[in-house]
């Protein structure tokens, strides 16, 4: 049984890392493959954790009550080691968006997803590093809601731009 997104980063708020199958501070600390030292796994999902909280913030609207997020450590033929984070649909488990923050392919940070007009699962968004992927996001096709809605209208209610979870109980401190 798969954990949702707002229960993550619930448990990210107390201070414990939880899978996405809902164990809590396993030796795995969310990835689901790597490549690395273990000892280095807690850090390394800290930090992606922080990412995907900023993701979350500024990126395209994910819905954590329906989704779910696990890591990856990356072993490329050519290349150093790398990270991404997937946000997955619970229902489907199909990936939603996969977050590269630095590739070792490209030397840039990415975001791969479907895009809007085709449905293909290929790159919507390229950048030098991972926080110049939120700059103009809101103009760009490939990241509206449902609503055909730019990214930008979300975060006209400051209110709503500083919460993006609608259960009431959530202490997801987004």
Request: net charge negative; with cysteine; hydrophobic share 35%.
């Amino acid at each position: 049984m798969r954990v949702t997104l707002a229960a993550q980063l619930n448990a990210l708020a107390s201070g414990k890392i939880m899978d996405s199958d809902g164990s809590v501070d396993s030796g795995c600390f969310n990835f689901y493959d790597w490549f690395c030292k273990e000892a280095s796994l807690q850090r390394k999902s800290k930090t992606l954790f922080s990412q995907v909280k900023r993701f979350l913030k500024f990126g395209p609207e994910v819905d954590i009550l329906n989704t779910y997020v696990f890591f990856k450590n990356n072993c490329p033929m050519n290349g150093p080691l790398y990270d991404d984070f997937r946000i997955v649909d619970i229902e489907s488990g199909n990936v939603i968006y996969t977050v590269i923050p630095k590739c070792s392919h490209s030397g840039k940070a990415e975001i791969w997803g479907r895009k809007e007009f085709t449905g293909e699962f290929g790159m919507l968004k390229q950048a030098d590093t991972f926080s110049k992927l939120f700059v103009d996001i809101d103009n760009d096709p490939n990241f509206t809601d449902s609503a055909g809605f730019s990214i930008a209208d979300r975060w006209d209610d400051e209110e709503e731009g500083s919460h993006h979870c609608d259960d009431p109980s959530c202490n997801c401190s987004i």
